[in-house]
């Protein structure tokens, strides 16, 4: 079956320009994470759903952020006004909550760089 | 708040030689799971372990889960160049996983 899907793989975009970023996670998979990477670290944790509600954004780091999910499946996340220091590694990871594991499976992630 | 300390945050080691890297929690986990991440690639599921005390191997890899359930290891036998990659772990707290920072498996030339 499909994996996690992310799009777009790349994204350059202008300081000071919004951007929305997707992921399709696995289908019957309740719960939906969003992770930001820097070069070289580990992952920021950023936002969780579970179903279509969002119960822990406190990953979130400023109000230019934000994150939706609709019909329990696919999920954006929104950057305003983008800032350099926003670019790094957008990852979404989907865990399926009715077993045992909860492991995550990770998409491929959107590279996002800021000029 | 709840943190996972993994340590150290790079190892380089000779082709053959050993590796382990090791997580401490600052809270009782109910569950810890490890992660590889290839470089360029994203993280991909290893295991889950759930018992206090509890050793499990894969192949090479052997991981162990602390009697207190607060820190676990992962140690790899005789590496080989397909073992390059970070290694992270992640504790599980209610719904949420607690990731360690990671430790980079570097193979010297």
Redesign the interface.
């Given at each position: 079956g499909a994996g996690v899907s992310q799009s777009p793989s790349n994204k350059v975009t202008e300081k000071g320009k919004d951007v929305e970023l997707r992921c399709d996670p696995i289908s019957g998979h309740t719960?939906l994470y969003w992770y930001r990477q820097s070069l070289?670290?580990?992952?920021e944790?950023l936002i969780?759903f579970?179903g279509n509600s969002a119960?822990?954004k406190s990953g979130l780091p400023s109000d230019r952020f934000s994150a939706e999910r609709t019909g329990g499946s696919v999920s954006t996340l929104t950057i305003q006004r983008t800032q350099q220091e926003d670019s790094a590694v957008y990852?979404c990871?989907s865990s399926f909550?009715g077993g045992?594991?909860?492991?995550?499976?990770?998409?491929?992630?959107t590279r996002l760089t800021v000029t | 708040g709840q943190q996972v300390m993994q340590i150290p945050q790079y190892q380089h080691v000779q082709e053959g030689e050993d590796f382990t890297t090791y997580c401490n929690s600052s809270t009782t986990l109910s569950n810890i799971q490890w992660y590889k991440q290839r470089p360029g690639g994203h993280p991909v599921f290893l295991i889950q372990l759930v018992k206090s005390g509890e050793v499990k191997k894969q192949k090479r890899l052997t991981f162990q889960f602390g009697e207190a359930k607060k820190n676990s290891s992962l140690h790899i036998t005789a590496t080989q160049t397909t073992d390059v990659g970070t290694y992270f772990c992640a504790g599980r707290s209610n719904y949420q996983l607690i990731w360690g920072a990671g430790t980079k498996l570097i193979i010297k030339p």
């Open positions: 719960a070289g670290q580990g992952l944790f969780y579970q119960p822990d990852l990871a909550t045992d594991t909860y492991e995550q499976y990770f998409g491929p992630g | -």
